[in-house]
């Protein structure tokens, strides 16, 4: 089954190749999912950062993003978050966008550990790492299910699709 859509935008794309080409690396050249996340005005706190709290609203999208490339995302589909935890590095304010780079870190039985990277393009720096698992569950939504081998296959073969990987 073909990707949903391009699960790295075009310009994050070239702006990654640029370094490649350039002779350096990037942190995110190995990653085969690139969201984009424009940082709004409101998402800073009283400390003119961006909120600790906004990271895990960040890491959603990037993993609706991710699981949508797999047609892992809709209404047939059920997985639950059952955990997640987050790393600050460096603090982020209002206007940046940051590119986080999601990929499959484990596959189990009945369970995927997603790990991602918040790159800054004002920075030029990650500001932030982050980890979930996630749950897939039957078609009710009641018991845990297994990770079908043509899913896992997705999984794999969706991370390996990297721009490092395109170069070799």
């Given at each position: 089954?073909?990707?949903?859509?391009?699960?790295?935008?075009?310009?994050?794309?070239?702006?990654?190749?640029?370094?490649?080409?350039?002779?350096?690396?990037?942190?995110?050249?190995?990653?085969?999912?690139?969201?984009?996340?424009?940082?709004?005005?409101?998402?800073?706190?009283?400390?003119?950062?961006?909120?600790?709290?906004?990271?895990?609203?960040?890491?959603?999208?990037?993993?609706?993003?991710?699981?949508?490339?797999?047609?892992?995302?809709?209404?047939?589909?059920?997985?639950?978050?059952?955990?997640?935890?987050?790393?600050?590095?460096?603090?982020?304010?209002?206007?940046?966008?940051?590119?986080?780079?999601?990929?499959?870190?484990?596959?189990?039985?009945?369970?995927?550990?997603?790990?991602?990277?918040?790159?800054?393009?004002?920075?030029?720096?990650?500001?932030?790492?982050?980890?979930?698992?996630?749950?897939?569950?039957d078609e009710k939504g009641?018991?845990?299910?297994?990770?079908?081998?043509?899913?896992?296959?997705?999984?794999?073969?969706?991370?390996?699709?990297?721009?490092?990987?395109?170069?070799?």
């Open positions: 089954m073909p990707f949903k859509q391009p699960a790295i935008n075009e310009h994050i794309a070239q702006s990654i190749q640029d370094h490649l080409n350039q002779g350096e690396s990037h942190p995110l050249a190995d990653f085969g999912v690139i969201y984009e996340q424009k940082v709004q005005w409101g998402d800073m706190d009283a400390f003119a950062h961006v909120n600790n709290v906004r990271y895990y609203d960040y890491a959603q999208s990037a993993r609706i993003h991710y699981l949508e490339q797999l047609h892992l995302f809709d209404e047939n589909s059920y997985t639950i978050l059952a955990s997640s935890s987050c790393q600050y590095l460096r603090p982020v304010t209002f206007p940046d966008t940051l590119f986080i780079g999601i990929r499959c870190k484990k596959i189990g039985n009945t369970s995927i550990v997603n790990e991602y990277l918040f790159f800054s393009q004002k920075q030029q720096a990650i500001v932030a790492t982050a980890e979930t698992v996630i749950v897939f569950f009641e018991n845990k299910r297994p990770i079908t081998d043509t899913e896992k296959q997705q999984f794999m073969q969706l991370d390996n699709n990297t721009i490092s990987h395109a170069q070799s």
